[in-house]
């Protein structure tokens, strides 16, 4: 089986699935709530941090040739393990962001009626923005680990 980019379109389904899950249960049971802080949805943002910069050396080494067993050099595995940490991070990211969108989209409205509301949707904002903060770093590290082009070999035809 071969390994596809992660789609874009599976990422949106994901959003708007998690949005409108989340959207019913806040409603159901916002009261039952405890308060949002800035800090509830910025754990995101050091995972989305680590992997631009994995993403950054890693397509160094691939530009550079540098790719092997040898020192200084990217193993083959540690590329399929950045990969699988990109395409679950991706999946994560658009989940956390579809929660957060869905939080949002009751709270939102309330702010003008209901103080906790208006208290919450600062953290939901930082939070939302973090899942797709995270998305864009998993699809940057994954695009960052695909395998270089092979040239073609023109004076072994001629």
Known sequence: MKLRPTRVLDLVANVLLAAVVAWIG??????????????????????????????????????????GDGPHQLHPITAARAVALAKASAQV??????????????????????????????????????GFVLVAAALWLEYCCRAPEDPTDNAATT
Do not use: K
């Open 93 to 130: 990211g658009s989940l956390a962001a579809g929660v957060w969108l869905g939080f949002l989209c009751w709270v939102f409205p309330q702010r003008d009626t209901l103080r906790a509301a208006s208290a919450d949707a600062p953290g939901a904002i930082v939070g939302m923005a973090a």
């Open 26 to 67: 806040t409603r159901l049971a916002y009261s039952s709530f405890p308060p949002i802080s800035i800090y509830a949805g910025a754990s995101l943002y050091p995972v989305a941090a680590i992997e631009a910069v994995l993403g950054f050396m890693i397509r160094a080494r691939v530009n550079d040739h540098r790719i």
